[in-house]
């Protein structure tokens, strides 16, 4: 017996492709690395009511996926408030270096220490470059649009 489906069955349900038929790793595991691209097969989104008009199959489903969905967002939101304050943060150590060493320098030269201090200057003018490259890399960094305010 063959069973011929109508013109609505054809437009509801399309053919299934093996690479569908795969565990999506959005839904088996949310924390899974390079999930960003992933993408749900067409059939989680046929909606079938088996329990009348406000009892939705799918609808728990969707519910959990879109609360992943945000969870995952709100983590990146937090990372990029993190990162943020760890570019700060870094530049700010390594001027704090910079001013120790020349402090350090200050007190060999009033002790009358030559090679202290040499050695303490050159230290604070690597911290000093340090923390202009840094600036100079994080500027170029937070230039970039990233919106994490997006709803």
């Given at each position: ?40 097969a067409w ?18 489903f ?10 995952l ?11 943020q ?54 500027q ?12």
């Open positions: 017996m063959q069973l011929e489906p109508g013109q609505a069955q054809l437009q509801k349900y399309n053919p299934l492709l093996c690479e569908q038929l795969k565990i999506s790793t959005a839904v088996g595991d949310p924390n899974a690395w390079g999930q960003w691209n992933e993408f749900l059939y989680w989104s046929v909606d079938v009511n088996l329990g009348g008009p406000n009892h939705s199959r799918n609808e728990e969707y519910q959990v996926h879109w609360l992943q969905a945000k969870a967002r709100d983590r990146w939101k937090e990372e990029i408030e993190l990162v304050l760890e570019m700060e943060w870094t530049c700010n150590f390594f001027l704090w270096k910079a001013a120790k060493w020349g402090d350090q320098m200050q007190e060999s030269l009033v002790k009358g220490l030559p090679g202290h201090a040499c050695y303490s200057g050159r230290q604070s003018h690597m911290y000093s470059l340090l923390a202009q490259d840094a600036q100079a890399a994080f170029e960094l937070q230039s970039v649009s990233i919106d994490a305010d997006d709803e």
